[in-house]
Structures are given as C-alpha cells and as structure tokens.
C-alpha cells in the first residue's frame, strides 16, 4: 500500500452544496408517447483568491432540464451545484488553477449533480429517474469562451 500523503494530487475538492434546487412538475395523462428530455448546461466562476499556501476556488455548475409529451409541459428541473476546491500555490500557478477548476472542478460538480437529480427525481415520482447524460467539459468550456466573447463584442 501506498500511503497516500506521497500521492495526493495538487488540485482538490473541499465541498459542495446545493445553491439552488427546484422542481416543477405537472399531472397529466400519459399515453404511449415518450417525453422529450432537453437538458442546459452552464458554469460561472464564483470567486478565486489566493490563500498563504494555497488558491481558493468556487464555481457554480448549472442544469436545466425540460421534457415535454407533444407540446404539454410534463417537468422542469433547475439545478445550481457550487463546488470549492484548493490548489497548492507552489506547485500550480494562478493560470493552471483557474484551468483545473473549469476542468476537473466542473467534472466533480457534474458527477455530483447527476447522483442528485438522479435521486431526487426518484424520490419525486418521476419514473423512470431523470439520469444526466455525460457531457464533454472541454467543449461546455470552449462555448463558454465564445458565448463571453459575443456578450463582450455586443456590449463594447
């Protein structure tokens, strides 16, 4: 065994909560027709600051999701995960920290939420559970980064 102080990674997460959580659903009569499921996503960095030894990091992991028999609104769901992690100032700079907390921090808050609406809607009566699919975070960062960009290009 490996004790585990010779191989703990530089990044780490530090906690979660729920930000904000709700859940709409609505009685109707389903015959054979499946729901369409549409699922959002988003992120925004909360807040990073350097720390004696370490950077601080929160960013916020944001789910919509819709679904629809024909054209009746059968749920929406609206999730915000906040997550916070530290990194080791001496190994990582400001740039490589701020990359591993959109990276590894938006996998953690995706995985984190998927196991929470996955419950949740199964506790809620929603069958079967609503399960989030996998999403490739690098592309979710790259749309981002052009969504930022357009936004700043229409207001300059």
Known sequence: MINSKKILADFQFIG???EQF???TKDIQIT???????TDFDYNIKEIKKLEDNFFGRI???TIIRAKVKNTFLFKISLSMEGAFIGNSSKLNLEKFHEMLELNGLVTLSQLSRSYILSV???SGINPPVKLPMI???SLRQHKKVELEKTKDSNS
């Open 16 to 18: 979660n909560r729920v």
């Open 60 to 62: 916020e992991f944001i």
């Open 121 to 123: 809607t199964a506790l």
């Open 22 to 24: 709700r859940i709409e």
């Open 136 to 138: 490739n975070v690098v």
């Open 32 to 38: 054979e027709s499946r729901a369409l499921i549409t």
